[in-house]
Structures are given as C-alpha cells and as structure tokens.
C-alpha cells in the first residue's frame, strides 16, 4: 500500500469527527496543549519537520563527486599502471606519467563538482536563514507566535489571508476562508473550506474534504482555526517525498550508460588481446602491459572532467542570473530548454508604491475619499498588498497623523467581506462613534465600479443620481480617463461612488495585483 494510500486511510476519519470528539482523540482543547502535552505529542507523533537536509551530508557529497562507474574504471584502469609501469618495471623502464595523468583526471573532475555544490549549499542555507515562518497558535489559553518547525499534533492553529498552512488540520471555526491547494493538487482555482462535520457517503478524494486544509496550501482571504492532526512527514505534503532523494536522473543514467559499455569491451577486448599475445609471443608480462595499453587508449579519460567542466560553467552561468544549481546535473536540463515558463508566485520582491492621487469624480482632491480608502486598508483583514501599504503610510503625512488617529478612534470595524476572486471587492462595514455605519468597498476594476454604482458624490456635501444612460456615460468616461497606464483604485460607500486613488501602473509592485 503506498503512502499516499496510508494517509488517506487515516487522516480521513477526522473529517467526520465532531470537534469535542476530535479534541478527545488527539488529547488536546479549544485552549489548547499546555508545555507538558506539548512535549508528550512530540514524542509520540514526532516534530513538523521532513529532515531531508541534515541527510545531505558532507560524505555524501564526496560520494557523488567522486563515486561513478566512470572514476571507477579510471581509478582501476590507474592502479595498474601505477603497479605496472612504477612498481614490477625495472629502473631504466619505470614510467609512472600514465597513472598520474589518469588520477589528475578523476581528482580534476570530482574536486569541480564537489566545489560548485558546496557553492551553492551554503548559498541556500544563507537563504534558508533569512526565511522564517511563524504561526500563531493557541495554547493554553493564551495566543502565541511560534516557529513552524515546533507545531505538534492537537495544537490549535489561527489561519489568516496570506498564511501558508503549516500542517494538516481539521478546521473548527472559519469566516469566509478560501484557500489555494495549487502546492498539492496543482489546480489554480480557489477553495472555499467549512468547518461543519460531514457525513458518511460517497467516497471523495482526500483533497475535496472542505473541512479539511493541508499542509502547503495558502490563504487566500478570510479566516480560520483549526486543529492540528498531522505534522512533518505524516502529512500528505510529507507523503509525497520520495524514500531515496538521490534518484538517478535520465542525464546521469546515460553517462553512467557509456561507462558500462566501455566496461564491456575491456572485458572482452583485454582477455582476448592479452592470451592472443600471449600465445604468439610467449612474453605474458609485455602481453599485459599491451592489453593494458588497449584498455587505456579505449577508455576516454578526459570525458569526466569535460562533462564536469560544462556542467560547472553552465552552474556559474546560472548563478549570475541569481540562481542556485543545487545538483549540478540539472544543468543538462536547463541546456535542454529553449523556453521555461514558471508561475510566479513565490517570487520575493522589494518595490515599494506611492499614492499618486485623491481625487472625487471631477479630478478635485477628496480627502473624504482618502479617509475611506484608508479605513478599509487599515481594518480588512486580507493579505496586505502594496496598495494597503501605499494607503497605510499616509498617516506619516506632515500635519495630518493626528487627523487619522482620529479617523481611527471615531470609526470602529464591525464586520468584513474579504477579496475573493469571484467578486473582485474588499467590503469593510466600520460604525461611527455616534452609531451610523458605512460599508466601505475598494474596487480595481472600473466595470465593476460602473455596475455596483448608481450615485456619484460630486464634493462634500453634493451627491447626484445616475440614470441607467448616466451611469453607461460615466463608465465611458472612466475608461478614457484611466487609459494612459494609472492603476485606479475606486472608492465606494454604500452605493455611492466618493472618489478613487490613482497609482502610476508602470511601477513593477503594481504588476500582477489581484484587481
């Protein structure tokens, strides 16, 4: 049975579990483990870690390096030379050049590959470092920020837009979550989960249970708390891994493929040469040496290290353009693309964006529309994105941080919509000190806009209907008027369009954008 198999079989059964039979099975709470159980779940279930880079060890390095049926033959094919030509030959014949030469090879060869995969092993590792990620979780009672690696089975974790899921968990408690499960089942679409117990009928897929969210998906939008009921290797992220991480790949099949035909002909050419001159000449000695000879010229000594040498220059090539070759002999196929298209997501970025414009529907500055735009960066809760950040920081505007900590005391959040991508709107519903409330709506795409809007806010005290026609019109108009590369961010309150912020496009934070 394979491990995928095992998995299903097992981690299955929790999604029909009530919660408070689930917290009894895996000795956990709502509150959480205490230190003692957390321990004690550690032992019993292991830690959440896969442990595949302390196996890659400095002696499996060398062994890569210098261990292939290539070297091998060399390095036979070289000791007796060394024995024959140095050792049995007498003083005026004594000639020990081959030998050496065929062990510089094989030393030449090695020490480059074993140099360019340290190379990059410590460039990962110095990469490794700056990548921490923390989950919050709850535990006894109180909530806590920990690493990753120190979850345990039953531990209780809060999910938000933007986390990755650090293990397998059965959801107890959700608000509009939807996540993405492109890492495990490579479909781009997003998922809505639940936390509700299901019932027992037709058999799904592991990857369709709702209440169910696995380790390396995302959080695209919403919340959720769940429990943990799989950690490490025991996930189905972690039943993925391959048992042998040192899988021959097609590239090093077909040189170890040569080094095996080679080893044939020596097999039959060497006896073969050896006893015919053995016979004819009756010197058995020099019959040797000469079939030695033969095995020498056959083999290609100079093939390790020119293979090496173009796998290390392409390696150096790469890393130029700020990428890491692990394996070096990934580098055959790299050379094989003419075209590699990658998703980019993962991708680290350091840009940063300001807010152009401010303006009401007519091109004047609004700061009622800033106010807005500001209220719903600050109290949504989705993944904060450039625009948030763009929005955020004009609070660091001269003279006007005591206006928006005052914007802050008067409007408190009540509830939210977070962004999906089937709506495409941030939805913030904040109430006023005096009890009036104001759903506040962020929109990217003027269509939207055009659709969701029948009045438009001309200035601070002036609002005008928009007829069916009007309302066509005023689309038209923002079409022209936001099509010389300005991505804007339109502001809405109920049905009322106060303004929008205007941010130049051409920024590269701007690209790809969920709006």
């Known amino acids: 049975m394979s491990k995928t198999t095992l998995f299903d079989s097992r981690i299955k059964k929790y999604a029909y579990r009530e919660a408070a039979q689930l917290y009894g099975e895996l000795g956990s709470s709502p509150a959480g483990l205490s230190p003692e159980q957390v321990e004690r779940q550690r032992e019993k279930y292991g830690s959440n870690c896969f442990g595949s880079r302390s196996s890659d060890t400095m002696l499996r390095r060398l062994r890569r390096a210098f261990i292939n049926p290539f070297n091998v033959i060399l390095f036979v ?80 974790v809060l999910l938000s837009a933007g986390d990755r899921v650090p293990a397998d968990l059965r959801l107890t408690a959700v608000t509009d979550l939807f996540l993405s499960q492109a890492a495990i089942t490579g479909e781009s679409a997003v998922v809505e989960k639940s936390c509700r117990t299901l019932c027992y009928g037709s058999p799904r897929p592991v990857t369709q249970l709702e209440n169910l969210a696995f380790m390396a998906t995302t959080v695209i939008s919403g919340k959720g708390e769940g429990v943990v009921v799989a950690v490490g290797k025991n ?17 090093q099949k077909g040189a170890n493929s040569i080094a095996w035909v080679m080893l044939r002909f020596m097999g039959v050419l060497i006896p073969l040469v050896f006893l015919l001159l053995g016979l004819t000449g009756g010197n058995w000695l020099e019959s040797f040496a000469f079939a030695l000879s033969v095995a020498v010229g056959l083999m290609p000594e100079m093939l390790p290290m020119v293979i090496t040498a173009c796998l290390a220059r392409g390696s150096l090539a790469m890393s130029r353009k700020q990428t890491i070759i692990k394996d070096i002999n990934a580098m055959q196929g790299f050379g094989s693309m003419d075209v590699l298209c990658m998703d980019k997501t993962g991708t680290l970025t350091n840009e940063s964006i300001l807010l152009e414009y401010y303006m009401d529907v007519l ?8 106010d807005l735009a500001f209220l719903n960066s600050f109290y949504h809760s989705g993944v904060r994105n450039p ?35 089937a709506r495409k709107v941030v939805s913030t519903l904040v109430t006023a000190a005096d009890g009036s409330s104001k759903l506040i709506l962020l929109v990217g795409l003027h269509k939207i806009t055009a659709v969701i809007t029948e009045h438009l806010r001309l200035n601070d005290h002036n609002t005008r209907d928009l007829g069916l026609s009007k309302r066509k019109l005023a689309h038209i108009s923002f079409s022209s008027l936001f099509s010389f590369r300005k991505f804007c961010l339109f502001v809405v309150y109920g049905k009322v369009l106060a303004g929008f912020c205007a941010i130049d496009q051409t920024v590269p934070s701007c690209q790809g954008l969920p709006w």
């Not at 996930?235 to 097609?250: H, R």
């Not at 091109?363 to 800033?370: D, H, T, V």
């Open 77 to 156: 094919l070289g000791s007796i030379s060394l024995v024959t030509d140095g050792l049995l030959a007498s003083d005026f014949s004594k000639n020990a050049t081959t030998a050496l030469i065929i062990f510089s090879m094989i030393l030449i060869s090695g020490g480059i590959r074993l140099v360019q995969e340290l190379r990059a092993k410590n460039a990962a590792q110095q990469l490794d470092r700056l990548i921490h990620q923390r989950i919050r979780v709850r535990r006894g009672g109180v909530c806590m920020d920990i690493p990753a690696e120190e979850l345990v089975v039953g531990d209780v």
């Open 235 to 251: 996930t189905l992220y972690g039943s993925f891994s391959k048992d042998d991480p040192e899988e021959k790949q097609a590239f």
């Open 363 to 370: 091109g004047n500055e609004s700061a009622e529309a800033l």
């Open 387 to 421: 625009i948030d950040n763009a929005l955020l920081a004009c609070q660091t505007m001269p003279g006007r941080e005591a206006h928006f900590g005052e914007l802050l005391a008067q409007y408190r959040k009540t509830d939210e919509i977070p962004f999906d991508y």
